[in-house]
């Protein structure tokens, strides 16, 4: 019978402080870059306040990038994510498990870090995906967590600072590496002189190409789903923007949003405001059409850009007495599912490249991209570029 429980003892080499920093860095940056463009993307769905009047529609293509990035630094995270929680796992083991409050603190920031990291990356990933099985609302639960990571991440980084700080100075020729074992239990094989120092480097220099590798061909296989010249190498990539009718991916079929065929042909226009009105399609032909080169940005990851025709909002608007626009609440044919019904700021509804397409890439909608009239406007996610448009409501104030 042992007399007291000894921890496991780790024969890797790498399961050290530099290891642990230098891949930690890396991962920073990818969760940075995931962090700031879902905040974009938060707040161009979700607008608070103070930011109602004001949201940008320039640069056109900035929500393709932002949530193009998001999805691409995100899944860059998942083998960052993996060698981080291998170089420091032996940590788990640390005896005694607490060595005071200060301690016990800093190891349930650690948790919490970790698992909201992991869910969080299992959540984003299973949205590129278009699953959500969730009991309760992916986008609010993935925005709350994205604070609940950084606000831990920033506890950690507090903690460590004064080993990130020593990472930063070089070495002293044959000083041995700290080792992020557990107190007490020197690892197996843990390196003491200079040979060994030599053998550390070796190694991290192979696990960080290793990391390298990986994290190139996960990006290579997915970013073609956002960036059009690696198209041909999205072969992981859940969506591939070449498939689908008239040049363009599919989100929710007519049928699946049970876009009612009778409701098609007795289909109206109406748009509010001090001079309301209704038009049927040859109406709206027959005003002045326009035309835009703009990119669908879904938030699940894929975009591209297409060529729409159609009538500016702008111009439909001036007509119902609103010259400066207005917020709108766009009302679609749509009888199931979420974006029937969503809202567009003023600065969209007087921009000129803000349209009620009527037609794709040289075509008359096709049922699935919207028929008869759909919303395409700049710099705007994906599932606010509503089809099947069948009423335009201003919203006071
Ligand atoms: N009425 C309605 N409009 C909608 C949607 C929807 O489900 N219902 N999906 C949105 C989403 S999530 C995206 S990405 C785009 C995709 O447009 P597309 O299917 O024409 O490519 O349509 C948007 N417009
Ligand atoms: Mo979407």
Redesign the pocket.
Known sequence: MQSRIRPPSFSGRLHDVRTATVVGRLLGIAVAICFLTGLVSHLLQEPPGWLIGHLPTRPVSGYRITQGLHVISGIAAVPLLLVKLWTVYPRLFEWPPVRGVGHALERLSIAVLVAATILELFMGLLNTVQWYPWPFSFRSVHYALGWVIIGSLLVHLAVKAPQIAAHWRRPRPGAAPQVAAPQGAAPQGAATGADDEQLVRADRRSLLVGLGVAVGTVTVVTAGQSVTPLAKLNLLAPRHPDN?EQG??????AS??G?DRNAVRSWRLSVGGPQGYELTLEQLRALPQHKATLP?????G?S?SAHWEGVRIKDLLERAGLPDGARLRVV???TR????V?EMDRTYTRDDLTLLALR?NGEVLSP???YPA??IAPNR?????????TRLEVIPG
Do not use: F, M
Not at 296 to 300: D, L, P, Q, R, Y
């Open positions: 689908g363009l991916p599919v989100n929710r079929t699946a949003a876009v669908i940005a879904c938030v699940e894929w591209k679609s044919l749509q599912g979420g974006y029937r969503t794709l699935d991209h919207g759909r919303i996610p994906g599932l606010l570029q509503t089809k099947w448009v």
